[in-house]
């Protein structure tokens, strides 16, 4: 900041960089849930042999893949909700800003007229 802003100042633009930052992370996680947990919430065959599925290891395994796999979907959602609020922080405070500058206007323009 150049001192020429007192108070708060935001640079245009930059609440939209950054979701557009962030919307990919959502995805990205839940693309890492389908490829390394997403294979080991169903197993197949013998995946842990018969005393596996015998002894409920291999269901409570597929379980725990479950939900973890549930889990990192909900971390995407929450990373597509930073994007969203981030976007509507942008329209926010160009709506207070419009609304500041209309109301400096109109005082400048009351000041000029007792003048």
Same mark, same amino acid.
């Given at each position: ?33 389908? *490829? ?8 197949? @065959? /013998?995946?842990?042999?018969?005393? %596996? #599925?015998?002894? $409920? ?33 942008? *329209? ?8 500041? @500058? /209309?109301?400096?206007?109109?005082? %400048? #323009?009351?000041? $000029?007229?007792d003048a």
């Amino acid at each position: 900041m150049d001192g020429s802003h007192s108070g708060f100042h935001v640079d245009d633009g930059a609440y939209t960089r950054y979701a557009r930052e962030v919307d990919p992370l959502g995805e990205d996680v839940k693309g890492a849930a389908e *490829r390394h947990v997403g294979p080991h919430v169903t197993l197949g @065959g /013998d995946g842990f042999s018969e005393m %596996g #599925g015998e002894s $409920g290891f291999s269901g409570a395994y597929s379980g725990r893949m479950r939900a973890l796999q549930e889990k990192m979907h909900r971390v995407g959602g929450g990373w597509r909700q930073v994007g969203e609020a981030a976007r509507q922080t942008d *329209r926010n405070y160009a709506a207070v800003e419009a609304e500041h @500058g /209309d109301f400096v206007r109109r005082l %400048g #323009g009351d000041l $000029g007229r007792d003048a």
